[in-house]
């Protein structure tokens, strides 16, 4: 499919004592992703991912390094007229403050090996190279991406992606970033 747009994505991973922060856009429905979204023109991945994650928690990062990229499977457009894929650049960030559901998010929750909730397929594809990812790192064998490479094809329009971002809080804790 030569007609298939990308969009430049910078997705946030942020441990907490409760697990992985997790966002959903629908308030009552709908699968859960990491904090993050499209990178505006000139701005990168990087960047995008720490703007989104506050915009979308209210969380302020303070540390981060890039982990990897992942590359999304095409996905219809929220128009409908075509197939856009996101281009991840993972970030794992370290914060301040306590979630809070803002802008896109409208339910939080969280992540740890086992528990049950509904991850997009993406989410969970990630999810399991970053435990990969962090195996490797305490065996002394993992890499570090340092760079983030342009994409070549045509970039999607922001407004046609999809906007599935979201969270829900019980009982929130602050991340434990900081001990």
């Known amino acids: 499919m030569d007609n298939i747009k990308y969009r430049r994505r910078g997705?946030?991973?942020v441990e907490t004592k409760r697990g992985i922060l997790l966002v959903a856009s629908n308030p009552k429905k709908g699968p859960f992703i990491l904090p993050g979204g499209g990178a505006n023109k000139g701005e990168s991945r990087f960047v995008a991912a720490l703007r989104e994650l506050t915009e979308e928690t209210g969380m302020l990062p303070y540390a981060g390094e890039i982990l990897f990229k992942h590359l999304g499977k095409p996905q219809p457009t929220m128009s409908g007229r075509g197939l856009y894929q996101d281009h991840h650049t993972v970030?794992?960030?370290k914060t301040t403050g306590v979630p809070t559901p803002n802008d896109?998010?409208?339910?939080?929750d969280f992540y740890y090996p086992g528990c049950h909730i509904w991850l997009s397929k993406t989410t969970q594809e990630i999810l399991d190279r970053y435990?990969?990812?962090k195996n490797k790192?305490?065996?002394g064998?993992?890499?570090r991406v340092t760079d983030e490479d342009t994409d070549s094809?045509?970039?999607v329009a922001q407004g046609d992606a999809p906007n599935d971002n979201s969270y829900d809080a019980d009982e929130v804790l602050p991340?434990?970033?900081h001990t």
């Open 153 to 155: 094809g045509e970039e």
């Open 91 to 93: 970030c794992l960030i």
């Open 11 to 13: 997705t946030a991973i």
């Open 141 to 143: 064998e993992s890499e």
């Open 131 to 133: 435990f990969d990812w």
């Open 175 to 177: 991340n434990d970033a």
């Open 137 to 139: 790192k305490q065996k």
């Open 104 to 108: 896109d998010a409208k339910r939080m």
